[in-house]
């Protein structure tokens, strides 16, 4: 399964990285991946906010940002941009540096957000 990562590099802006969750075939199941440790979900409508625009900010804590309505437009310090409408996963992993601007493409944005306990190591998912 494929998982975009948003991360700061060593220059102080954040990139994007291309992750493949390692999926294993479970009878009766289908593809499944092992467990990854949270430590807590949150679920967000922005129905009442109306479109929004976040000028360059970081993300608050490492976390999964699963989006299952709207569309949704992040751009990085190189001014690459990208869309993430249902069914994509982020992984907001860029907690320093000059972050990103996101942008709401088409809304209402439903989305989950699943934050990572620090132990997680993402080696496995190169």
């Known amino acids: 399964m494929k998982v975009t990562r948003l ?20 009878e009766g199941v289908g593809l499944m991946s092992g467990p990854i440790r949270t430590t807590a979900v949150f679920f967000r409508d922005t129905s009442e906010a109306g479109p929004e ?6 993300a608050p804590r490492r976390q999964f940002v ?12 190189d001014g690459t941009k990208r869309r993430f409408g249902p069914g994509d996963v ?4 860029d907690r320093t540096g000059q972050g990103h601007i996101s942008r709401e493409v088409e809304g209402p944005r439903h989305q989950i957000f699943a934050v990572l306990d620090d132990s997680v190591a993402l080696d496995a998912w190169r």
């Open 90 to 93: 982020l992984l907001a992993d």
């Open 66 to 77: 699963i989006h299952l309505a709207g569309v949704a437009e992040i751009e990085v310090g």
């Open 7 to 26: 991360y700061t590099g060593d220059d102080g802006q954040s990139h994007f990285e291309e992750l493949d969750l390692p999926l294993e075939l479970r």
């Open 53 to 58: 625009v976040w000028d360059y900010h970081v």
